[in-house]
Nanobody, 118 residues
């Protein structure tokens, strides 16, 4: 089992920035992929970004050029730097991890709220 704890959410004005962090514990040696998904009220959950242990990345089209995912394997931590935030980025952001591909991560954290509003 893998435990994931997110931090860094909050309220930010449009155009602002936030950095999310997620620390993994437990069976960390099984982790290959880590990433972030989000769910806005009334919408389906969507995968936002992912990164493998080798550094390959994935981004949702709507966040390309604004969000950057990074990973510190020594600290078992993944980060999501979010710049030029828009109101439509408002959602609960969840950290994920798994032993295989970015799109099949089975472990998820409890989530952290990100609100973009003036």
């Amino acid at each position: 089992q893998v435990r994931l704890v997110e931090s860094g959410g909050g309220l930010v004005q449009p155009g602002g920035s936030l950095r999310l962090s997620c620390a993994a514990s437990g069976d960390i040696f099984s982790i290959h992929a880590m990433g972030w998904s989000r769910q806005a009220p009334g919408k389906e959950r969507e995968l936002v970004a992912g990164i493998t242990s080798g550094g390959s990345t994935y981004y949702l089209d709507s966040v390309k050029g604004r969000f950057t995912i990074s990973r510190d394997n020594a600290k078992n931590t993944v980060y999501l730097q979010m710049n030029s935030l828009k109101p439509e980025d408002t959602a609960v952001y969840y950290c994920g991890a798994g032993p295989f591909t970015i799109k099949t991560m089975p472990y998820w954290g409890q989530g952290t709220q990100v609100t973009v509003s003036s």
